[in-house]
C-alpha cells in the first residue's frame, strides 16, 4: 500500500533551535501539501508544490518558516529559529496534478518547542 | 463567513443509530467534495469524494451534494464505537491557486 513518509515522527527541541521535517510523496503524485494542526486553528494548510514547484505558501509565517522540494521524492519544511507556539501536528499529503483529486496524508510530526 | 463550516460538536449517537454529519461552504464554483476520517493522533484518512448532486453510497457511509444550497453531508448507517473520530469536510476552491480547503471538523461519538 503506496503511503507518505513523514520523519521524524515527533521533535522536541528548544526555542531558537532548527527544526527540518521531510516527506516523502507517494510515487507518482505531482503535487505536495503541508499543513500545521493545532486544538485552537484546526488544520491549516502552509504550502503546497505542484511539480515541485511553490504555488501558494501565503499560510506560511515566511520570516521563520520555509518549504523546498529538491526533488520529486523529497519535500521539506523547516523553521528557523524555533518558537513555542510553533509546537503542533505537522502533515505533509501528497495527490495528483488537481483539487479535484484526493489528498493523501502522512503520519505526521508531533512537534514541541520548549 | 469561513470558507467551510462544520458543526464542532461533540456529536453522540447510539451504536446502531445513523449518524449526520453536516458541512456547508461559500464558493459556489466548488466541484470536489471529500469527506475525512482523523482518529485521536492519527492522521486524515479519505473516505468518500462526491462531484455530483445527489447521493453516492459506499457501504455505511453516503455522501450527499446539494450544490445549490452550498451543502454536503455524510450519513453514517448502523454507527459503530470505532466510527468514533473527528469528520473533517474539505471542499476545492478554484481561485489562482487551486487547492482544497478543510473545515473545522465535527467530532462523533458512538456510545456502546
Known amino acids: 500500500d503506496a503511503r507518505v513518509t513523514q520523519t521524524p515522527r515527533h521533535k522536541v527541541t528548544e526555542m531558537g533551535q532548527e527544526v527540518t521535517m521531510r516527506c516523502q510523496p507517494i510515487l507518482g503524485h505531482n503535487t505536495v501539501f503541508w499543513y500545521r494542526q493545532t486544538m485552537m486553528q484546526g488544520l491549516e494548510l502552509l504550502a503546497y508544490f505542484r511539480n515541485r514547484a511553490p504555488l501558494d505558501d501565503s499560510g506560511m509565517p515566511k520570516d521563520r518558516f520555509s518549504a523546498e522540494m529538491p526533488d520529486a521524492t523529497l519535500a521539506t519544511l523547516k523553521i528557523q529559529p524555533s518558537e513555542p507556539r510553533d509546537s503542533a501536528v505537522y502533515f505533509c499529503?501528497?495527490?495528483?496534478?488537481?483539487?479535484?483529486?484526493?489528498?493523501?496524508f502522512g503520519d505526521g510530526t508531533r512537534l514541541s518547542i520548549l | 463567513q469561513k470558507e467551510v463550516e462544520q458543526n464542532s460538536g461533540p456529536l453522540s449517537v447510539p451504536e446502531g443509530a445513523i449518524a449526520s454529519l453536516n458541512c456547508t461552504y461559500s464558493?459556489?464554483?466548488?466541484?470536489?467534495f471529500f469527506w475525512y476520517r482523523q482518529y485521536s493522533g492519527k492522521s486524515p484518512e479519505l473516505i468518500m469524494s462526491i462531484y455530483s448532486n445527489g447521493d453516492k453510497e459506499d457501504g455505511r457511509f453516503t455522501a450527499q451534494l446539494n450544490k445549490a444550497s452550498q451543502y454536503v453531508s455524510l450519513l453514517i448507517r448502523d454507527s459503530q464505537p470505532s466510527d468514533s473520530a473527528t469528520y473533517l469536510c474539505?471542499?476545492?476552491?478554484?481561485?489562482?491557486?487551486?487547492?482544497?480547503?478543510f473545515g473545522p471538523g465535527t467530532s462523533l461519538s458512538v456510545i456502546p
Open positions: 499529503a501528497s495527490g495528483w496534478d488537481t483539487s479535484n483529486q484526493p489528498q493523501h
Open positions: 474539505a471542499v476545492n476552491k478554484k481561485t489562482s491557486y487551486d487547492k482544497v480547503i
Open positions: 464558493d459556489r464554483g466548488s466541484q470536489s
